[in-house]
């Protein structure tokens, strides 16, 4: 036992190095070992990294500088009233943080991250950005849209990388990404399963490790984890069981997690770094493993607050409630950020219609002082353990 607690502690310690390298030093020495090879980082929310990684570069999640990032420079580019996440990740690029990144793609998530593009495009002309438009309509306009979107900027990234597109390395890079989805998905079952032998805490750092490693070494690390963590000594308290919504895009500080935690909450669900999870399932190569992707999306993209959905909103998120066995839900959200916070009354509306307690509190990814926070999430745990309602 012995062996694994430690064993199951370095594995750990490292995944939180690796959230706190707002450095990338990770990156450097991946370029270090991989002379003439690039980086393209990514902002959240999805983008399929398959692309990327069959180009020979490494593909990096960015978001932003969390809560080891003074913001000084940063503050002069972005108005106030927005959310975080532009703001600290200029800070990191101005500071020399990421000057490891060759190329930035931006999702097509909100305004700001499309402003956050063009910022990039003023202050870094040599390395080039992409804004990648993602289909708000789902079906044969919409799939037509989004494979010439994605063919057009795979064909951008082979020329950064100095390769051709070929669609076998396109389809062995999809295999180890569908291998990574099975992976996360069989570690959030476990969770469910036993909350207290995998804490969201250890979770979200090991998850968050892959924005940073190449994904074979992600794989291990999952594999390795789930095998440490399933065989610890945890015992199990008498915990509210809670799902976070909210959090897709910039993410809570890793102390709100815990605090969250510490109040009383077992994490059972969450919508943190959603794009790990966001198309459900494996990705079916065929013979045109981009149309694969394409397709995939299209058809097994999960509910998300910047996809358009014309009816049912809420549905997905009480399946996974049920499914979680979850007994209230935390409304989670950035502050400003209007996609979550617009997206927020509509799912209230679906858990309160379905009987289901919530409460609701805002952050910022540099947020440092969590006491209301902490006496507003242990009230709500009380309040399930010994009402059934919050």
């Not at 064993?7 to 990338?24: F, H, I, P, S």
């Not at 009354?345 to 440092?368: C, D, Q, R, W």
């Amino acid at each position: 036992m012995t062996v694994t607690v430690d064993a199951l502690k370095e594995l750990v310690d490292r995944a939180e190095g690796l959230y706190r390298d707002v450095k990338m030093e990770s990156v450097r020495s991946w370029k270090e070992a991989n002379p003439g090879r690039k980086a393209v980082g990514c902002m959240p929310v999805w983008f399929p990294k398959e692309v990327i990684h069959a180009a020979g570069m490494l593909p990096v999640g960015v978001f932003g500088g969390g809560d080891d990032v003074e913001i000084i420079k940063g503050d002069a580019y972005f108005q106030s009233y927005i959310c975080h996440i532009p703001r600290s990740t200029i800070e990191m690029c101005l500071g020399g943080n990421m000057d490891c990144i060759d190329g930035m793609i931006f999702p097509s998530i909100c305004d700001v991250i499309r402003n956050l593009s063009g910022m990039w495009q003023l202050l870094f002309a040599d390395r080039p950005a992409w804004y990648f438009d993602m289909p708000q309509s789902f079906d044969e306009i919409g799939r037509a849209f989004f494979a010439r979107e994605l063919g057009t900027l795979r064909e951008h990234i082979h020329a950064l990388a100095g390769t051709e597109p070929d669609d076998a390395a396109l389809a062995a890079s999809i295999e180890l990404f569908n291998e990574n989805r099975r992976l996360v998905e069989a570690l959030y079952q476990q969770r469910r399963e036993k909350p207290w032998l995998h804490p969201t805490s250890e979770v979200y750092v090991v998850l968050r490790a892959g924005s940073l490693l190449p994904v074979e070494e992600h794989n291990q690390m999952l594999r390795d984890y789930m095998q440490h963590a399933a065989a610890s000594d945890r015992n199990p308290i008498d915990n509210a069981r809670v799902v976070v919504v909210g959090s897709f895009c910039e993410q809570p500080p890793l102390n709100l997690i815990r605090t969250i935690e510490r109040a009383g909450c077992y994490i059972v669900d969450d919508d943190l770094l959603l794009g790990n999870r966001l198309v459900h399932g494996d990705v079916v190569v065929g013979d045109d493993p981009l149309l694969g992707i394409v397709d995939s999306f299209l058809g097994n993209a999960g509910e998300a607050a910047f996809l358009y959905k014309p009816e049912g909103k809420g549905s997905e998120l009480l399946k996974r409630i049920e499914d979680a066995h979850a007994e209230g839900v935390l409304f989670c959200a950035p502050s400003f950020c209007d996609p979550a916070l617009l997206d927020q009354p509509m799912l209230v509306k679906a858990v309160e219609e379905a009987g289901i307690p919530h409460t609701s509190f805002k952050y910022a990814e540099n947020t440092g002082q969590f006491q209301v926070i902490r006496e507003q999430a242990g009230t709500f745990a009380d309040s399930i353990k010994l009402w059934g309602a919050a």
